[in-house]
């Protein structure tokens, strides 16, 4: 009985066990099977997701192209970026070792405090910065000490850095962070330190500037460590552009701009200090961090000037200045403007964002006068020997269309008539030959359409037309306006751009010349008449022409014989301009007030000059355009003058002028030291 | 008499000599143990980036420590443990209620004591400590007995006390591996089949109510297993990563200490519970299958030693050792490869930790200690002679 019940227990289990072993090798099977699906089937899927999580990709941000003038020196380029940056894993005391950075280098409390915060946020292997923008000396101070300082490390980046700040902003634009607004999906504008151009060249020349960004791939742990970097392709770097703009004299026609009549006094000058005990707490509040002072020659503190200046080479096109004032730094936006110094450059009167040399839009007054000479010439209806009397106004109708000298003129052929900017010789031209002439004209000289110029906000001025006027004002053309529009009132509007553009035309011998800013190797060697298509005007006309512009300056009776110069000065032709923005009211009459100054700046005269020189041999033409500047030659013409006298001076071609000896600490003489190509071809 | 019951007369059989029982001690067992414990040292090497710190060099000291117990618990007579079961399963139980009391004094849920050198988990020796009781319970019944209900309700007594203690802790992994450890030996006693059936759809009824007392991460665990991708970076990520681990390794694997996936970190708990993931990453499908492989030896050979043993008590412990070997094998891989829900549960001999190789350890030796003495008799009292 009992052997029956143990052999009875031994069969159950030993039955059961077999049961048992199958279940589990089948389990064990099941494993197995799973490891198969998993390995072999799904390999690939896993393969994948396993070098995702090993692998990131990282960017190389390419080094931006920089932005050369004429001679090669730089305009904008990339500056080291020196930080300071501080890794909590490798410090015992964070707190500790900051105290000790700050006994070396300055440290700002407010940096520490941040600094402090950031580390505790971030993983312990993150770099956190504590400082930017380090000189070298603080660098080499750090770098002595670094035994002493556990955690601090050296960091080098780059920032966009424009050596002339605002001389050349205009030109240059500037560079800020990637906006939403920007991305393309491209992940190089993703980058945190990506830095996109937003204005002037910088925007217009961005992809060619940006390069290829680079790619590697760093090896990560599960925590975000970087384990390893693999070698990758280490990208191209932006082209260079090379402008055409001679920064000299960028700079110089600046600085003449927005002195204007005023004498430039260092604010240290007891002249200049006695001028700011005068002025209103406004305005020395305004001067505090300035050099200098603009000081009239009353005593008087004034504003900078308002306006333009465009130096053109009257052969290949080339602009060698694109002066816009005022200005402004354009270097703050690398790294961001603070809202408020956004805000005052949005609201200041005198539109320093606006680029006024090609957006700009002016009634070009009398400086359009020769356009109106050469329609007339052109059509057969004068000729240089055409004479008019000019009672000091023309009738019309029941319209009296005055000459801006009220006693009149007397008789005058158009040599005369230019030089003395007569109106109502320029009213009987229009009414002898209409708009359309005029109009036409206009466009043969680069007027009332875009030149095409490489820069953002561009504007086409304006050339009416019956057919204009017809289209957008819906009623026909008066002849009254066609009077207006022969002195350049009116309707007619043009940008400093194109009056520089429209003067070059008539004094190259006639070629259409377009304006570049940016060097070109083939740009037929500076011949205009390999390059360009012709006008088609009558060389003699243009003659005529430039004769008249000489008179305006060297004329006993010219409006810009103020600007003569001496015997030994290079000789200039031009032509100056007043442009009414606004009728002088009854009331202001009534009131006495007739005169410019008397009335307040935004109400104004804008004051013109466009030129050329030398007048033998006409090499470069400048137009000038002063905001609310009152009179083209009290005004405008000695900038202009002096402008273009300079660009005649510097010109390496002519040879034999020395430079005018630069500051120190100057970029240009940095870019000299560098081993600019500037002197020697100065000496060539 | 009491001189003679420690001999075994009934086939004649003369008491073994040390050295017989040394000689008789299944070496090629001990081999494939050894084996074992050696992949687990070469994979805590590679855990530790190529450094035999902290843990391969502590591995292997253990695994020298646990295999001298292993030995000597080996030639310890078969008839000492059937005597010391359930005085074995009353300590280990103390035990497993001075954790719970402790953790009720405030030192928050512990499920281990602090004996300086080690850090003894009770709810891991239970599980040998149970087999053993089980063991010695049903070698004293017949047959018929088993059938009887009443018979059973001693030896449920016997799991319920400890599988409560150990849901307090609350580690529900272990106590269900009790449940399905005991239930295998119940099956092997020779419990009708219909009581288990009856058991399972009772328990499958119990679900939604057991539910409720589940606490928060177990329900977690659950519900992620049920459907891992719904939260990637939370309780999915450990699996995720496992999967990936797994899968990227492919057929031959990434090669030794080449697992990207373990050594940048995006493996958890590689040195413990996820180790054989990260032995698949380096080895592949060709590494892990003979791992199983050698698993599936062991446990061959502890079914192998309980149909030879020839008493009840010597079979129900050589399978039910086998089965918890088994039990740790399968739950850990499973949970490992997304197969189960994650529990922490060990890989038997290779995973970084004292009380789990102890446990094992001193189990094989109870199975080594079947096989010498696979011929000795057992009286149903476990303590007198038939």
């Given at each position: 009985?009992?052997?029956?019940?143990?052999?009875?227990?031994?069969?159950?289990?030993?039955r059961r066990?077999?049961?048992?072993?199958g279940?589990?090798?089948?389990?064990?099977?099941?494993?197995?099977?799973?490891?198969y699906?998993?390995q072999?089937?799904?390999a690939?899927k896993?393969?994948?997701?396993?070098?995702?999580n090993q692998?990131?990709l990282?960017?190389?941000?390419?080094i931006r192209?920089?932005?050369?003038?004429?001679?090669?020196?730089?305009?904008a380029d990339?500056q080291?970026?020196?930080?300071?940056?501080?890794?909590?894993?490798?410090?015992?005391d964070?707190?500790l070792?900051?105290?000790?950075?700050?006994?070396?280098?300055?440290?700002?409390e407010?940096?520490?405090?941040?600094?402090?915060?950031?580390?505790?946020?971030k993983?312990?292997?993150?770099?956190v910065?504590?400082?930017?923008n380090?000189?070298?000396?603080?660098?080499a101070r750090?770098?002595?000490?670094?035994?002493?300082?556990?955690?601090?490390?050296?960091?080098?980046?780059?920032?966009?850095?424009?050596?002339?700040?605002?001389a050349?902003?205009?030109?240059?634009?500037?560079?800020?962070?990637?906006?939403?607004?920007?991305l393309?999906?491209d992940?190089?504008?993703?980058?945190?330190?990506f830095?996109i151009?937003?204005?002037?060249?910088?925007?217009?020349?961005?992809?060619?500037?940006?390069?290829?960004?680079?790619?590697?791939?760093?090896?990560v742990?599960?925590?975000?460590?970087i384990?390893?970097?693999?070698?990758?392709?280490?990208g191209?770097p932006?082209?260079d552009?090379?402008?055409?703009?001679?920064?000299?004299?960028?700079?110089?026609?600046?600085?003449r701009?927005?002195?204007?009549?005023?004498?430039?006094l260092?604010?240290?000058d007891?002249?200049?200090?006695?001028?700011?005990?005068?002025?209103?707490?406004?305005?020395?509040?305004?001067?505090?961090?300035?050099?200098?002072?603009?000081?009239?020659?009353?005593g008087?503190?004034?504003?900078p000037?308002?306006?333009?200046?465009?130096v053109?080479?009257?052969?290949s096109?080339?602009?060698?200045?694109l002066?816009?004032?005022?200005?402004y730094?354009?270097n703050?936006?690398?790294?961001?403007?603070s809202?408020?110094?956004?805000?005052r450059l949005?609201?200041?009167?005198?539109?320093?964002?606006?680029?006024?040399?090609?957006?700009?839009?002016y009634?070009?007054?009398?400086?359009?006068?020769?356009?109106?000479?050469?329609?007339?010439?052109?059509?057969g209806?004068?000729?240089?020997?055409?004479?008019?009397?000019?009672?000091?106004?023309?009738?019309?109708?029941d319209?009296?269309f005055h000459?801006?000298?009220?006693?009149g003129?007397?008789?005058?052929d158009?040599?005369?008539a230019?030089?003395q900017?007569?109106d109502?010789?320029m009213?009987?031209?229009g009414?002898?030959?209409?708009i359309d002439?005029?109009?036409a004209?206009?466009?043969?000289?680069?007027?009332?359409?875009?030149?095409?110029?490489?820069?953002?906000g561009?504007?086409?001025?304006?050339?009416?037309?019956?057919?204009?006027?017809?289209?957008?004002?819906g009623?026909?053309?008066?002849?009254?306006?066609?009077?207006?529009s022969?002195?350049?009132?009116?309707?007619v509007?043009t940008t400093?751009?194109?009056l520089?553009?429209?003067?070059?035309?008539?004094?190259n011998?006639g070629f259409?010349?377009?304006?570049?800013?940016?060097?070109?190797?083939?740009?037929?060697?500076g011949?205009?008449?390999?390059?360009?298509?012709?006008?088609?005007?009558?060389?003699?006309?243009?003659?005529?022409?430039r004769l008249?512009?000489?008179?305006?300056v060297?004329?006993?009776?010219?409006?810009a014989?103020?600007?003569q110069g001496?015997e030994?000065?290079?000789?200039i032709?031009?032509?100056?301009?007043?442009?009414?923005v606004?009728?002088?009211t009854?009331?202001?009459?009534?009131?006495?007030?007739?005169?410019n100054?008397?009335r307040?700046?935004?109400?104004?005269?804008?004051?013109?000059?466009?030129?050329f020189g030398?007048v033998?041999?006409?090499?470069?033409?400048?137009?000038?355009?002063?905001?609310?500047?009152?009179?083209?030659?009290?005004?405008?013409?000695p900038?202009?003058?002096?402008?273009?006298?300079?660009?005649?001076?510097?010109?390496?071609?002519?040879?034999?002028?020395t430079?005018?000896?630069?500051?120190?600490?100057?970029?240009?003489?940095?870019?000299?030291?560098?081993?600019?190509?500037?002197?020697?071809?100065?000496?060539? | 008499?009491?001189?003679?019951?420690?001999?075994s007369?009934?086939?004649?059989?003369?008491?073994?000599t040390?050295?017989?029982?040394?000689?008789?001690?299944?070496?090629?067992?001990?081999?494939?143990?050894?084996?074992?414990?050696g992949?687990?040292?070469l994979?805590?090497?590679?855990?530790?980036?190529?450094?035999?710190?902290?843990?391969?060099?502590r591995h292997a000291?253990?695994?020298?420590?646990?295999l001298m117990?292993?030995?000597?618990?080996?030639?310890?007579?078969?008839?000492?443990?059937?005597?010391?079961?359930?005085?074995?399963?009353?300590?280990?139980?103390?035990?497993?209620?001075?954790?719970?009391?402790m953790g009720?004094i405030?030192?928050?849920?512990?499920?281990?004591?602090?004996l300086g050198?080690?850090?003894?988990?009770?709810s891991?020796l239970?599980?040998?400590?149970?087999?053993?009781?089980?063991?010695?319970?049903?070698?004293?019944v017949?047959?018929?007995?088993?059938g009887?209900?009443?018979?059973l309700?001693?030896?449920?007594?016997?799991?319920?006390?400890p599988?409560?203690?150990?849901?307090?802790?609350?580690?529900?992994?272990?106590?269900?591996?009790?449940?399905?450890?005991?239930?295998?030996?119940?099956?092997?006693?020779?419990?009708?089949i219909?009581?288990?059936?009856?058991v399972?759809?009772?328990?499958?009824a119990?679900v939604?109510?057991?539910?409720?007392?589940?606490r928060?991460?177990q329900?977690?665990?659950i519900?992620?297993?049920?459907?891992?991708?719904?939260d990637?970076?939370g309780?999915?990520?450990?699996?995720?990563?496992?999967?990936?681990?797994?899968?990227?390794?492919?057929?031959?694997?990434?090669?030794?200490?080449?697992?990207?996936?373990?050594?940048l970190?995006?493996?958890?708990?590689?040195q413990?519970?996820?180790?054989f993931?990260?032995?698949?990453?380096?080895?592949?499908?060709?590494?892990?299958?003979?791992?199983?492989?050698?698993?599936?030896?062991?446990?061959?050979?502890?079914f192998?030693?309980?149909i030879?043993c020839?008493?009840?008590?010597?079979?129900?412990?050589?399978?039910?050792?086998?089965?918890?070997?088994?039990?740790?094998?399968f739950?850990?891989v499973?949970?490992?490869m997304?197969?189960?829900p994650?529990?922490?549960?060990?890989?038997?001999?290779?995973?970084?930790?004292?009380?789990?190789m102890?446990?094992?350890?001193?189990?094989?030796?109870?199975?080594?200690g079947?096989s010498?003495?696979?011929?000795?008799?057992?009286?149903?009292?476990g303590?007198?002679?038939e």
């Amino acid at each position: 009985m009992l052997k029956s019940s143990e052999q009875d227990v031994q069969k159950v289990f030993t039955r059961r066990a077999l049961v048992l072993a199958g279940a589990k090798l089948s389990l064990v099977g099941a494993l197995a099977a799973r490891l198969y699906y998993l390995q072999v089937v799904e390999a690939e899927k896993f393969e994948l997701l396993s070098r995702d999580n090993q692998f990131n990709l990282e960017l190389l941000p390419p080094i931006r192209g920089r932005i050369l003038d004429r001679n090669g020196t730089p305009l904008a380029d990339n500056q080291d970026n020196f930080r300071v940056e501080i890794v909590r894993e490798q410090t015992d005391d964070v707190a500790l070792t900051l105290d000790k950075l700050a006994s070396i280098i300055e440290v700002q409390e407010w940096d520490v405090r941040r600094v402090l915060k950031d580390v505790k946020r971030k993983r312990a292997f993150v770099p956190v910065t504590v400082v930017e923008n380090l000189s070298r000396e603080e660098i080499a101070r750090v770098a002595v000490n670094a035994p002493y300082l556990p955690g601090i490390r050296i960091e080098v980046g780059r920032s966009r850095r424009y050596p002339f700040g605002e001389a050349a902003v205009h030109v240059t634009g500037y560079v800020a962070a990637v906006s939403e607004s920007e991305l393309t999906g491209d992940p190089v504008l993703e980058l945190p330190d990506f830095r996109i151009g937003k204005n002037g060249i910088e925007k217009s020349h961005d992809k060619a500037m940006r390069g290829t960004a680079g790619q590697r791939q760093v090896e990560v742990n599960a925590i975000g460590r970087i384990i390893r970097k693999l070698p990758g392709d280490e990208g191209q770097p932006g082209e260079d552009v090379r402008l055409t703009i001679d920064v000299q004299l960028q700079r110089f026609a600046n600085e003449r701009l927005s002195r204007g009549q005023a004498n430039r006094l260092p604010t240290d000058d007891p002249r200049a200090q006695a001028a700011l005990g005068q002025a209103s707490a406004d305005v020395v509040e305004a001067h505090i961090d300035r050099a200098t002072v603009l000081v009239d020659d009353d005593g008087a503190v004034v504003e900078p000037e308002s306006g333009a200046a465009v130096v053109i080479d009257v052969h290949s096109g080339e602009l060698l200045a694109l002066s816009s004032v005022p200005g402004y730094d354009p270097n703050p936006f690398n790294h961001g403007l603070s809202a408020k110094d956004w805000e005052r450059l949005l609201s200041n009167p005198r539109a320093p964002l606006n680029n006024k040399a090609v957006t700009g839009q002016y009634p070009p007054g009398s400086t359009f006068k020769m356009l109106t000479c050469l329609a007339a010439l052109d059509a057969g209806l004068a000729s240089a020997d055409t004479r008019f009397f000019c009672p000091g106004h023309l009738e019309l109708g029941d319209t009296r269309f005055h000459c801006w000298k009220r006693p009149g003129h007397g008789w005058l052929d158009m040599k005369a008539a230019l030089a003395q900017s007569c109106d109502v010789y320029m009213y009987e031209l229009g009414k002898r030959m209409g708009i359309d002439k005029i109009h036409a004209m206009g466009k043969r000289l680069g007027l009332g359409g875009k030149l095409g110029i490489d820069l953002p906000g561009e504007r086409e001025g304006l050339m009416p037309s019956r057919d204009w006027k017809l289209a957008t004002r819906g009623v026909p053309w008066q002849q009254g306006e066609t009077l207006v529009s022969s002195i350049g009132q009116g309707f007619v509007l043009t940008t400093p751009l194109q009056l520089a553009t429209m003067t070059a035309r008539m004094v190259n011998g006639g070629f259409k010349v377009k304006p570049t800013l940016v060097k070109r190797p083939a740009t037929g060697g500076g011949d205009a008449a390999a390059t360009f298509e012709s006008t088609g005007l009558d060389p003699r006309h243009l003659e005529e022409i430039r004769l008249a512009m000489s008179e305006v300056v060297n004329g006993d009776r010219g409006t810009a014989r103020g600007v003569q110069g001496s015997e030994d000065d290079v000789k200039i032709g031009g032509k100056t301009g007043t442009a009414q923005v606004r009728r002088i009211t009854m009331a202001e009459r009534l009131a006495g007030i007739t005169k410019n100054e008397d009335r307040p700046w935004a109400h104004r005269d804008h004051a013109l000059f466009v030129g050329f020189g030398p007048v033998e041999a006409p090499r470069y033409a400048v137009a000038t355009v002063v905001e609310h500047g009152g009179g083209g030659s009290t005004m405008a013409a000695p900038i202009a003058s002096d402008i273009l006298r300079e660009a005649i001076r510097i010109d390496p071609l002519r040879g034999g002028l020395t430079r005018r000896g630069t500051p120190a600490g100057d970029p240009l003489q940095e870019a000299d030291q560098q081993g600019g190509s500037r002197d020697s071809a100065d000496r060539g | 008499m009491a001189v003679s019951s420690f001999r075994s007369d009934g086939l004649n059989q003369p008491e073994l000599t040390f050295g017989q029982k040394l000689a008789s001690l299944n070496w090629m067992l001990v081999l494939l143990i050894t084996m074992i414990a050696g992949i687990g040292f070469l994979m805590l090497f590679s855990a530790a980036n190529g450094d035999v710190y902290p843990w391969a060099v502590r591995h292997a000291i253990r695994y020298g420590v646990c295999l001298m117990v292993m030995v000597t618990i080996a030639m310890v007579d078969i008839r000492f443990w059937i005597r010391s079961a359930y005085i074995g399963y009353v300590l280990v139980l103390a035990l497993l209620l001075l954790v719970e009391i402790m953790g009720e004094i405030g030192m928050g849920a512990q499920r281990w004591i602090d004996l300086g050198v080690v850090q003894l988990q009770p709810s891991e020796l239970m599980k040998i400590a149970l087999v053993l009781a089980l063991a010695r319970f049903f070698h004293g019944v017949s047959y018929e007995e088993v059938g009887n209900p009443l018979t059973l309700l001693v030896p449920l007594l016997l799991i319920a006390l400890p599988a409560v203690l150990v849901l307090r802790q609350p580690d529900l992994g272990t106590a269900l591996m009790m449940l399905a450890g005991s239930g295998a030996i119940f099956f092997l006693a020779g419990v009708r089949i219909w009581k288990f059936m009856l058991v399972i759809a009772a328990g499958l009824a119990a679900v939604p109510i057991a539910w409720q007392f589940l606490r928060g991460y177990q329900k977690q665990r659950i519900l992620t297993f049920l459907d891992p991708e719904s939260d990637p970076l939370g309780s999915g990520y450990h699996i995720l990563q496992s999967k990936i681990a797994l899968g990227s390794g492919g057929m031959f694997g990434k090669g030794f200490l080449k697992g990207s996936q373990s050594h940048l970190n995006f493996l958890p708990e590689k040195q413990t519970d996820f180790i054989f993931t990260m032995l698949a990453e380096e080895f592949g499908m060709v590494g892990g299958l003979a791992m199983l492989g050698l698993y599936v030896l062991t446990i061959a050979y502890g079914f192998a030693i309980a149909i030879r043993c020839r008493s009840q008590f010597g079979r129900l412990v050589a399978m039910g050792v086998t089965t918890t070997l088994f039990l740790y094998l399968f739950i850990n891989v499973a949970m490992v490869m997304g197969l189960i829900p994650v529990v922490g549960v060990p890989l038997p001999l290779i995973s970084y930790g004292g009380t789990a190789m102890l446990t094992m350890m001193i189990g094989l030796g109870l199975l080594l200690g079947v096989s010498i003495h696979r011929d000795v008799r057992i009286a149903r009292s476990g303590v007198d002679e038939e």
